[in-house]
T-cell receptor, first 115, second 110 residues
Framework: GALVYQYPRRTICKSGTSMRMECQAV??????VAWYRQSPQKTFELIAL?????????EQNFTQEKFPISHPNLSFSSMTVLNAYLEDRGLYLC???????????FGKGTRLTVV | GNSVTQMQGQVTLSEEEFLFINCTYS??????LFWYVQYPGEGPQLLLK?????NKGSSRGFEATYDKGTTSFHLQKASVQESDSAVYYC?????????FGTGTRLQVLP
């Protein structure tokens, strides 16, 4: 079956430091991968979307300078949170799809705590 | 633009009661509609989806009808169980866009 793995599941970093999280799609051919942040209030914010043959598109309030993303292919994606501060806390979710209008397969997320 | 509205932030029921979670949407064209469920410590999981207007999707006793006339996709279940306690998200996708509702937390008391 289709699965999305994310690691680490949780991480703690000191304020001003950076941390990297990874996402891997298994069991299907992903043609788009998106990173989201879920706040403590449970709302989802789209950080960036990568689609096959297109550049990574960042949403308003999120920049490549703060959240650089790299992926050799759409089955594997990594994102770094640079200079993390308290407002960056949350659950970072990776979602991948096979085709537009189909379901998004989510990983279990990486929970970032900043101290 | 695209939007999904879930008016209920929290619903509390007793076991075997009827569940109704409201969802309305706004978009252009022909979206696909989903309900996702998120349990504590987990990522969202697909509960059900409907790709065609006026069709109904169902899974594990939950059902929702894609009503293009009222632009609604309400979630229902005839008899809830304590294990159904989770956060439920109404989601719309239109080409590459994925739009989440704000979620409805369901608490089912034993």
């Amino acid at each position: 079956g289709a699965l999305v793995y994310q690691y680490p599941r949780r991480t703690i970093c000191k304020s001003g430091t950076s941390m990297r999280m990874e996402c891997q799609a298994v069991g299907f051919q992903a043609t788009s991968v998106a990173w989201y942040r879920q706040s403590p209030q449970k709302t989802f914010e789209l950080i960036a979307l990568s689609t096959v043959n297109s550049a990574i598109k960042y949403e308003q309030n999120f920049t490549q300078e703060k959240f650089p993303i790299s992926h050799p292919n759409l089955s594997f994606s990594s994102m770094t949170v640079l200079n993390a501060y308290l407002e960056d806390r949350g659950l970072y979710l990776c979602g991948a799809r096979e085709t537009p209008n189909t379901e998004v397969f989510f990983g279990k997320g990486t929970r970032l705590t900043v101290v | 633009g695209n939007s999904v509205t879930q008016m209920q932030g929290q619903v509390t029921l007793s076991e075997e009661e009827f569940l109704f979670i409201n969802c309305t949407y706004s978009t252009t064209g022909y979206p696909t509609l989903f309900w996702y469920v998120q349990y504590p410590g987990e990522g969202p999981q697909l509960l059900l989806k409907v790709t065609t207007a006026n069709n109904k999707g169902s899974s594990r006793g939950f059902e929702a009808t894609y009503d293009k006339g009222t632009t609604s996709f309400h979630l229902q279940k005839a008899s809830v169980q304590e294990s159904d306690s989770a956060v439920y998200y109404c989601v719309l996708t239109n080409t590459n866009k994925v739009v989440f509702g704000t979620g409805t937390r369901l608490q089912v008391l034993p």
